[in-house]
């Protein structure tokens, strides 16, 4: 599913990176699942999926349970049934995540509803949908939850892999504590877990063990910006 921030692109570069010597018995863990764009490529008998955000884990589970549900064309989602999908908090929170994330202009939470002016052919809403067609049997088996990163309960020896709001950047629901965040990171790797973070930067204890420069779709008025995203673990 689109989602502001998702690593979509980045998921065949860092996975063979965090599941390297793997055993089939681990359990890999996303604390941030955000759009389940990384998860959903995981080949794992136990993987856990949570996020802090209520409409993008009910938008999950409906395109794992129920995917044929969703409008499949621009002919189903007019401007006005957008708007009112972001007004109307009683609608069912599957459908409205589904709206405010994957319907939207960059993955952000109802930032406008996907349209192609320059090319007024372009079904944005079929494209989603293709999309969660793909996606739904890659969740199938994923237990997903909406909790808090720091309640999380983790099995032993877990592989976790954590892609939190990046500081600086537009965020995703209030602040966010990154010295509590990279102190729950140490804790992880002390448990015994390993620890994988995407960011742009870390504290000087963690090591960058991956980059790329990628270039990252912002908003209509800003257009896009080369960025180079990384993968840090804890001093090795």
Known sequence: ????GGKFRLAKHILPIILHNKKPDTCYIEPFVGGGNTISEVKSSLRLGSDINPYAIAALKLIRDNVTSLPKSNLEVSESDYKQMRSDTTVDAGLRGYYGFALSYGGKFFGGLCRASSNPKRDYVAEAYRAALKQSPKLKGVILGCVDYTKLCMPPNSIIYCDPPYKNTTGYSGAF?????WD??????NDGHKVFISEYNAPPDFKC??????VSILRRSTGSKKTVEKLFVLGL
């Open 177 to 181: 504590n990154y010295a509590v965040f």
């Open 209 to 214: 063990i991956w980059q790329k420069e990628m």
């Open 184 to 189: 729950k990171c140490r804790t992880w790797a």
């Open 1 to 4: 599913m689109k989602y502001m």
